[in-house]
Nanobody, 119 residues
């Protein structure tokens, strides 16, 4: 199977920065897209940024110009650099990967990492 392990969350003041990392491991033969989602209390999970293999990056309007998604394909790792953080960015951030493992394409999710933006 496939495991996604996130790291890098925490508490930061408004205007600060954080970098999230997510490493995929297991019986992976190919990864198509990797992405970050977030879910704030009382709200639905939403896409923050997506980076398909060989495709165009997609960002939520609310994070454009502040967040940057990147991948290290050799390490099966995706990053989310978050700058100019705002209180409304507070949420649990989830890593997502669309992977082929044992001949089957499936969506996989990390356990989530808490990001809190507060003074």
């Amino acid at each position: 199977q496939v495991q996604l392990v996130e790291s890098g969350g925490g508490l930061v003041q408004p205007g600060g920065s954080l970098r999230l990392s997510c490493a995929a491991s297991g019986s992976i033969s190919r990864i198509n897209a990797m992405a970050w989602y977030r879910q704030a209390p009382g709200k639905e999970r939403e896409l923050v940024a997506s980076l398909p293999t060989g495709g165009r990056t997609i960002y939520a309007d609310s994070v454009k110009g502040r967040f940057t998604i990147s991948r290290d394909n050799a390490k099966n790792t995706v990053y989310l650099q978050m700058n100019s953080l705002k209180p409304e960015d507070t949420a649990v951030y989830y890593c997502n990967a669309y992977c082929n493992a044992a001949g089957t394409w499936s969506d996989y999710w990390g356990q989530g990492t808490q990001v809190t933006v507060s003074s």
